[in-house]
């Protein structure tokens, strides 16, 4: 009776450390760049600049797959550190995926953003969404200021 308890004790611990292992080996969630705000049940909205252009994405709750854009179109608008506020339209790519705008985001990618998201069909826009982008750019480095960033002459204020 003894061996029979000693084994089933060995078989519960055992199977408790296998359980906690398998936990810890789990990867944490995907850090995205650019703007990321919840959206909806455990989905999120990131804006991002990809390409030199603005993109805007909706994820799952692990930050992992994208999901279908239910918007057609939006409006964007951002101030940068120039001082003139620029604004842009977003259309819905092909597959479904994003809205992107064709305009160029130079850089520093460190700006207010003022976004407007419409339903197909509406003139009214279904979601507003007012955040900053923060985005280091490959090849900005990391002790670089934004002062570094502009082109020669410029200031950040205009």
Do not use: C
């Amino acid at each position: 009776m003894k061996r029979n308890l000693a084994w089933i004790l060995a078989l519960v611990a055992f199977a408790g450390f296998a359980s906690f292992a398998t936990a810890q080996e789990e990867e944490p969630a995907k850090e995205l760049e650019g703007y990321v705000q919840p959206h909806g049940d455990g989905m999120f909205l990131n804006v991002v600049v990809e390409n030199n252009n603005l993109t805007v994405y909706i994820y799952d709750e692990k930050k992992e797959e994208k999901q279908q854009i239910p918007w057609n179109r939006a409006r964007i608008q951002y101030q940068p550190p120039s001082n003139q506020r620029q604004s842009t339209f977003m259309s819905r790519a092909e597959d479904g995926l994003s809205l992107r705008s064709g305009h160029v985001v130079r850089r520093p990618i460190a700006f207010q953003f003022w976004l407007y998201l419409f339903e197909e069909g509406k003139e009214e826009a279904s979601l507003t969404v007012t955040g900053r982008i923060v985005q280091p750019m490959p090849g900005d480095g990391e002790s670089v200021s934004l002062y570094e960033l502009l082109e020669a002459g410029k200031s950040p204020n205009g």
